[in-house]
């Protein structure tokens, strides 16, 4: 139980921390928060529960995939922010981001890469 709060605890402090940074700073901010972080803390975990490298790869492996799709929202969410407001743009890049996800997953299905 200690080890998960620790996990719990080191995540969160990185997520507040990235959000604080982000208030005084938009560039620095964006720059921090689009470092896999928090990929890069999932690994570390895995390898210090000691997972197989199969898995540890896997998770690697399936993250980058799993980015691809979200992309298009960092590029809309600010457009429709000054369209729509805070909650209508995040409910529709969401949705966005969905169908983009959907999307891919059918497309890679073609190539033999099973997202779904």
Known sequence: MP?????YLITAALVVGI??????SDRLGG?????????VLTLIWL??????????????WYTFWYVLPTLPMFLLFPWLLNRLGFWPALVACLLITVLAFAALALLLRRFGIELL
């Open 3 to 7: 080890w998960i709060i620790t996990k």
């Open 19 to 24: 959000s604080e940074l982000a208030k005084r």
């Open 31 to 39: 720059l921090i928060a689009a470092l896999p972080l928090v990929t």
């Open 47 to 60: 390898q210090l529960e000691r997972q197989p490298s199969e898995k540890i790869a896997n998770h690697a």
